[in-house]
């Protein structure tokens, strides 16, 4: 092959894997949008369609029983049809039914539209992962996952900054349209992509169902045990802390409202900077190194923060607890796609991540009930074990397979 043809493959190559990264990471900070400006909206909602207070809070739970049911069944459908082509298909889904939401009349309809919705955003993560792991090089295969995670963070601060802004201005019908933008840009982007070669090279040569592959034998379900209870962890901690944190700040501190989204988006922050830095690292020394301690980093900064009175200090420990608690977001893509093959690679990431954000779901509901038995201090201290838990998972259940061509 002569230096010229070898610069254009080259070229196309990273044309491509940009593109991959570029679609993928839009998709997830739709996925963060959506959900947060949801719960922005939930008051006006109510006001509108005369709901009670249950049916607003179901909108955000079917929303995410939707995300668990469509991260299962658009995981599947990618291994077997293919990465672009279903992140497409979970694309038109979120939009259409998003778009939908904007024209309800009342409970029933809307909740059947947020839950097809929730369909749609369940895809992204897993899908999305797949799809840059498969495009990148082993070199960068954790640090372009990372990016992918930071999607969420973007999406939530977005949404965050516009939603106060516009809600006042276009109301919650309104906001509903504004929710298919991100999935038109992504639309866009993924429309110019093509398979992965190494999909494109595997589907020919597919044996068996992608959820059996889970638990094809021993050592693949002792890892798949390892990763739920990572992916478990991982959200129960994310939720239990994002959820109650601006309470905690205003019941123990008498913080403002303001004053208490200002030191939750500090968390923020420190959340997406960790995400960015565990990228960087487990490229360097490998997935369980980094893992380990990140967990370490979380059992001890949430005990840590519950004893923390000065709002200085309730600052810097807000952002150092976010970076441990949901930096850890940046290792899920690189590390599941490494484990699992080819064929059952998208069907693992969306399976056991959603299944994790199944469990992590009840998070809020256990800390909002340890703190009015005992107290949010005490409620938010008590998530270092889960980290303990963490930690035991990866050292016994998860091999390390940094560098690790896909098969």
Request: proline residues 4%; glycine residues 12%; contains cysteine.
């Amino acid at each position: 092959m002569s230096a010229v043809t070898t610069e254009v493959t080259d070229a196309s190559q990273e044309s491509y894997a940009r593109k991959a990264l570029i679609g993928s990471t839009i998709g997830y900070a739709m996925d963060g949008f959506d959900l947060l400006i949801l719960g922005f909206m939930l008051s006006a909602i109510a006001a509108e369609l005369h709901f009670t207070p249950a049916q607003s809070g179901s909108l955000v739970t079917w929303t995410l029983v939707g995300a668990v049911a469509g991260g299962v069944i658009f995981g599947m459908l990618s291994d077997y049809f293919g990465r672009v082509r279903v992140l497409t298909w979970t694309i038109l889904v979120f939009a259409v039914f998003t778009g939908a939401c904007a024209f309800a009349h009342g409970y029933w309809d809307l909740l059947i539209y947020r839950t097809i919705a929730g369909l749609g955003l369940g895809g992204e993560f897993g899908i999305g992962m797949a799809l840059v792991a498969e495009a990148w090089p082993a070199s960068k295969r954790a640090r372009v996952s990372s990016y992918v995670g930071l999607g969420w963070q973007a999406g939530v601060l977005l949404a965050a900054v516009v939603t106060p802004i516009l809600l006042p201005l276009i109301g919650w019908r309104g906001m509903f349209m504004v929710g298919v933008l991100p999935a038109v840009a992504a639309f866009v982007v993924r429309y110019a992509i093509g398979e992965p070669p190494i999909f494109v090279e595997k589907a020919a040569k597919r044996q068996g169902n992608p959820l059996a592959l889970l638990v094809k034998d021993v050592q693949t379900t002792k890892i798949s045990v390892g990763m739920f209870i990572l992916c478990s962890v991982q959200n129960f901690g994310y939720y239990g802390v994002m959820i109650w944190l601006p309470s905690y700040l205003s019941t123990r501190f008498g913080y403002t409202l303001t004053r208490s989204a200002v030191w939750t988006g500090v968390t923020i922050l420190g959340m997406a900077f960790g995400i960015w830095l565990f990228g960087q690292l487990a490229d360097k020394y490998g997935r369980r190194p980094i893992f380990f301690l990140y967990q370490a980093g979380a059992a001890i900064s949430v005990v840590i923060y519950s004893q923390l009175v000065d709002p200085m200090h309730l600052l810097i420990g807000g952002a150092i607890m976010g970076l441990f608690v949901n930096g850890m977001l940046g290792g899920y893509g690189a590390l599941m796609s490494e484990l699992y093959p080819t064929e059952a690679r998208a069907t693992a990431q969306n399976v056991l991540f959603n299944l994790g954000r199944a469990v992590g779901g009840f998070g809020p509901l256990v800390v909002g009930t340890l703190a009015a038995q005992y107290s949010f201090a005490l409620a938010i201290a008590l998530l270092s074990v889960l980290y303990v838990v963490d930690i035991l998972a990866t050292a016994f259940l998860i091999p390390e397979r940094k560098g690790a061509p896909l098969t």
